[in-house]
Structures are given as C-alpha cells and as structure tokens.
C-alpha cells in the first residue's frame, strides 16, 4: 500500500517525523508537501494533487497534517473517490470507524489539537483497519452515485 502524505505550515513538523515513522515501518511514502516551513503556504496546493493520487490509486491511503484538518478534509472530499475523515484527538474510536465503516482513504490530522503519539496511534489504527463491507458498501455506492 502506497501512503502520501501533505500538509501545511501548521502540520510540517508533525508531518516529517509521521514520515519518518511511516518509512521506519516499511510503507512506500510519498509526500506532496510542503517541503520545508512556509508561514504563508496553503494547504490546498499540496493537498488536493494528494487526493487526486489518492482517488487514481486504488490500493492506496492518503494523510493530511495540518492546523485542524477540517479545511484539508473539505478541500480532498472535492476529488471523486475521496473519502477523508478527521480526527483532531479524543477517542480513536472515530478513526476506527472512519475505516469500518466509511472506507475513508485520507485521514486528515488536525496538528494544533494532538501530540505526536496521538497522531502516530490514530494513523497505526487507521492503516491496519480494514472496511466491513456489508451496509456499509451499500451506503458508499449511495455516496459514488452522486459523483456520477
């Protein structure tokens, strides 16, 4: 499974060392960005080229650090076939779900709300969860009609 990762200024320091962890776990991991700290980045510049490798690629997931990781979720949620998710702490229940039920292939980290543990927790849960299928599949197909 390939990962990708993107971000902004908010989330790149909690993004390289996700990378790090990733690359320490054997996933191929490529990141859109952004390469090096920029205050005045915006994260639809390196998201959406994420979602877009994402929805081409079956097999693979995307990963969003940034300030809340509502705007990343919003913007990735344009690209047919994406289904993010956040999670900004608390129960990693809805991570769990995210996959469960939803198939989510981004996770969308809200940086400024998590520490580093947390963000590592939630994206080792999320990778090894796999989607029930059953309902669920049912309720996705409802969803990829309205993209047609």
Known sequence: MNIYLAGDHAGFALKEEIKRYLAGRGFPVQDF???????????????????RKVAA??????????????????ASNKIKGIRAAVYYGGSLDIVRLSRQHN??????????????????????????????????????????????
């Open 33 to 51: 960005g952004p390469a090096s700290f920029d205050s005045g980045d915006d994260y639809p510049d390196f998201v959406i080229p994420l979602a």
């Open 103 to 148: 198939d989510a292939n981004v996770l969308c980290l809200g940086a400024r709300f998590i520490t580093q543990e947390e963000a590592i927790d939630a994206i080792t849960l999320w990778l090894e969860t796999d989607f029930e299928g059953g309902r669920h599949e049912r309720r996705i197909k409802k969803i990829d009609q309205i993209e047609q």
């Open 57 to 74: 690629e079956k097999d693979s997931r995307g990963i969003t650090v940034a300030g809340t990781g509502q705007g990343e979720a919003i």
